[in-house]
């Protein structure tokens, strides 16, 4: 449940109006009351569902919607803002956005602009200098890229210099904190420095700065979107350390909130609903060349809860392809020593056979681990053949099945002790996973490795680590919050979220939508078909986005989301997706999407049209008992609207299970 679903569900609407001065008397399964929002009016023409937290006046205003919307109207304030003052009032932690001020976005983009000019300057000394000659043999040669790959991800080399980085962008009225502050230049611990390195840059500028990236061969590092935030180098020197350097934290670079690759990676990541994380940059940029587009790599540190909840935007299977020292034996079993796993939290476990069950248990996903056979790395293997890195990713196992096969490699299960102690590394982990089928799955599948009956692995209770007593007792407080709720979302409701799911997935499919419903005489979809203020902004983002004409709907959808819709926006597209949803184009399985959007959106309209109209009947017979013509004629005028309406609806669907008969 998103913190937005959660502050949904436990904000007592009813109170809320009741608050806001509006007098409501229950009549069944609804409470109706003057609308707060016009007057005028003798008739109590506002009405509240309690059950799905929603709200709608049927008098002049003839709108409606859920919480934030109620709050927004009668306070006049934004959704950010209704959902922050309602968060607080329910209790729910939101999470913290971190979205750009002005000022701070006009400072990054100056900082973007120099690391843009530093892509130039390094493009440069790769390739049309004599220095940068071993650096481009190594990238053509050793790593067989092509003169286009390195011209397409914007290689580059780092002059063996102390200060060429320095004096080039000092020409330019660059100040050295504008190169530190992009993280182009290094601070001098203390003043001990070798005088040889005063000497050289001390006429320029600040003696205590020095070239970070010394020759080096340049990598840019941009975000999701492209924009550029960094660099990574790497080593031509063999005797060099480190073999891999990123730029250090800056206001521009978070590591742990960047995948290298990702603004190439989205689109063939959705289009082929998987993702590949290999460890070095350029695996990713190898891998790109050779038509394998879905792949990123985390910044040399452990995959991120963040990174994946990244990835979550664009699918939810994801691929950890590492080579034998990152997932093999020793990695984990040091992933499993639970006491080590909490010590070493800062430090960089590559493989955290827990931590990663916790990530994907918590959102959803499907992460599976790929072995790179033979000590090779993933740019060898498909050097040698790329077909055979296809078939290593499709055989990739769920974690459980990879810790247990690392575990029982090499080792003789039919001795008793052995069978004993790969139990007791197992259980512990397979007793966590808050999945009860896949507990039992995993319960027999380690009883048919070690050929021991299942029962015992049940009755036999391993030595408990401390996480293991910890954590199921922390986590099950946790899940039971939502069981609190007062609100419960009825199932047409949920209907939204699906249509709203495929549409983020293929925005192209919504001007065929409205098309066929203004076929049947019926209104394009329209932000009041959804009860939701976060569906209704999302939804007129998707819009937007065709009005735009923007080639990649999705992006800019993505680009310009609101920092409170992100959570909304992650849990859509964590829904699991219609079949097909994802793949390329073809006629038939649009034509089915169609289909089903279709109908999902004429449910949508009948179901609320029908609740609209038994509510408006009673407001109706009471408007006329109490003589209150006004209303009685607006109400009139709505009854009709929404009887024409229903009738085209049922047209409109009784056509459509017409022709999926034919
Ligand atoms: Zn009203």
Redesign the pocket.
């Known amino acids: 449940m998103s913190s937005i679903d959660e502050v949904k569900s436990r904000i007592d609407i009813v109170e809320l109006a009741a608050e806001a001065g509006v007098k409501l008397r229950r009549s069944g399964r609804t409470y109706t009351g003057f609308?707060?929002?016009?007057s005028n009016?003798r008739t109590p023409?506002?009405v509240i569902w309690p059950e799905s937290g929603t709200w709608r006046?049927f008098?002049?205003?003839?709108?409606g919607g859920d919480v934030f919307k109620f709050l927004m109207k009668k306070e006049g304030i934004d959704f950010k803002e209704a959902l922050s003052r309602l968060a607080e009032r329910a209790g729910v932690q939101l999470e913290s956005y971190q979205a750009e001020k002005p000022q701070q976005k006009e400072e990054n983009q100056r900082l973007r602009n120099l690391l843009e000019d530093a892509v130039t300057f390094y493009r440069h000394q790769l390739l049309n200098t004599p220095a940068g000659k071993p650096a481009l043999d190594y990238l053509l040669e050793k790593r067989k890229l092509s003169p286009q790959t390195i011209e397409t991800f914007g290689l580059g080399y780092a002059p063996h210099s102390w200060d060429a980085t320095l004096k080039h962008f000092s020409e330019k009225n660059y100040t050295s904190q504008d190169l530190l502050d992009v993280g182009l230049l290094t601070e001098r611990a203390s003043d001990t420095q070798s005088t040889d390195i005063q000497s050289t840059n001390s006429q320029s500028t600040s003696p205590h700065v020095y070239d970070k990236f010394r020759n080096r061969i340049m990598i840019p590092i941009r975000d999701a979107d492209g924009k550029i935030t960094g660099f990574g180098g790497r080593i031509l020197d063999p005797n060099d350390i480190p073999k891999f350097m990123n730029s250090p934290q800056t206001v521009l670079f978070d590591k742990g909130h960047l995948l290298y690759g990702l603004d190439r990676a989205r689109k063939p990541i959705r289009a082929a609903d998987q993702a590949v994380i290999v460890e070095g940059y350029l695996d990713v940029i190898a891998l790109h060349q050779a038509g394998f587009e879905n792949v990123v790599s985390p910044m040399g540190t452990a995959l991120t809860e963040d990174q994946i909840r990244m990835l979550k935007r664009f699918t939810r299977r994801i691929v950890l392809a590492l080579d034998p020292d990152a997932a093999g034996r020793k990695a984990v079993l040091r992933g499993l020593d639970a006491a080590r796993a909490s010590m070493d939290r800062e430090q960089e476990l590559r493989f955290d056979a827990r931590g990663l069950l916790r990530h994907e248990a918590r959102l959803q996903a499907d992460l599976r681990v790929a072995s790179m056979p033979d000590e090779l790395d993933p740019d060898e293997i498909v050097q040698r053949n790329a077909a055979e890195w296809a078939s290593l990713i499709a055989q990739a196992k769920p974690i459980v099945e990879h810790v247990l096969d690392t575990l029982i490699a090499d080792k003789n299960v039919n001795d008793p002790k052995i069978k004993a102690e790969i139990a007791a590394q197992m259980l512990p982990l397979i007793e966590d996973l808050p999945n009860p089928v896949e507990r039992d799955s995993y319960r027999q599948l380690l009883a048919r490795r070690l050929k021991v009956d299942e029962r015992s692995l049940t009755g036999a209770k391993p030595t408990a680590s401390p996480v293991r007593r910890r954590r199921p007792t922390a986590e099950a407080s946790q899940e039971q919050k939502p069981a609190a709720a007062t609100a419960s979302f009825s199932p047409f409701r949920k209907v939204e979220g699906a249509c709203l799911a495929l549409l983020l997935r293929r925005p192209d499919l919504l001007p065929h939508l409205d098309r066929r419903l203004q076929e049947s005489s019926l209104g394009a979809l329209s932000t009041a078909d959804f009860e939701y203020t976060d569906h209704q902004m999302i939804l007129r983002l998707i819009q937007q986005s065709l009005e735009q004409d923007e080639k990649d709907q999705a992006h800019y959808v993505e680009a310009h989301l609101d920092e409170s819709l992100r959570e909304t926006y992650t849990s859509l597209l964590a829904q699991s997706a219609p079949k097909g949803a994802n793949a390329n184009l073809s006629r038939n399985r649009d034509e089915r999407l169609l289909d089903e959007l279709t109908r999902q959106v004429l449910q949508v309209r009948q179901q609320s049209l029908n609740e609209s109209v038994n509510q408006l009947r009673f407001i109706l017979e009471e408007a006329q008992q109490s003589g209150d013509p006004r209303t009685t004629a607006t109400q009139g005028q709505l009854m009709l609207q929404y009887g024409r309406m229903l009738n085209r609806l049922d047209e409109a669907r009784r056509r459509m299970s017409d022709i999926r008969r034919e």
């Not at 609308?35 to 016009?38: I, V």
């Not at 008098?59 to 709108?63: A, I, K, Q, T």
């Open positions: 609308c707060p929002f016009h009016t023409a506002f006046c008098g002049e205003c003839n709108d």
